[in-house]
Every structure is written in structure tokens, then in C-alpha cells.
């Protein structure tokens, strides 16, 4: 939806960054290096996209990273 923060967890090789296009800020996560590489290659097109990518090490320190970018006031929420 947008204006969101996403987390998106086995991110894969970015074929959903399209689904993401109006979100504020994303997380992407996933274990293996190959499609991070890929991933980053690919969000290299995207112009307006806030992001953040790296592997499952550390993924604590990531979301807050993404919390201050964002100015979120929670990290997890519950949409309704």
C-alpha cells in the first residue's frame, strides 16, 4: 500500500519489486549472496525507492536502520 514500510524476507532476486513501487521505505532480506547481487542490480532501475538489502546477519540492527529512515514510530505494526 502506499506510503508502507515493508520488510520483505526471502526477497529472492527482486521479481516483486514492481509490487513495492509506492511503498516508502523496504527492507529486502535474504541468505543467499547470488540473489542479492541480482537484487541490487535490479534496484538499481528504481528511482524513488527507498531501500535497505543484506542478509539474515544482523537483520535487528537493519530494521532500525529502516525505522529511523522512515521516521517510524513502531517497528511492527498491525494493520487493520
Known amino acids: 500500500k502506499k506510503g508502507d514500510t ?3 524476507l526471502a526477497a529472492g ?11 516508502k ?3 529486502f532480506i535474504d541468505i543467499i549472496n ?3 547481487i541480482q537484487l ?3 534496484l538499481s532501475n528504481q528511482k524513488n525507492l527507498k531501500y535497505i538489502v543484506g542478509d ?5 540492527a537493519r530494521l ?8 517510524a514510530s513502531d517497528i511492527f505494526s498491525k494493520n487493520d
Do not use: P
Open 34 to 36: 547470488d540473489n542479492l
Open 56 to 60: 539474515e546477519h544482523d537483520v535487528l
Open 40 to 42: 541490487r542490480e535490479r
Open 25 to 27: 521505505f523496504v527492507l
Open 64 to 71: 532500525i536502520s529502516c525505522g529511523k529512515v522512515s521516521n
Open 13 to 23: 532476486r527482486g521479481g516483486d519489486i514492481h509490487k513495492l513501487k509506492d511503498a
Open 6 to 8: 515493508v520488510l520483505e
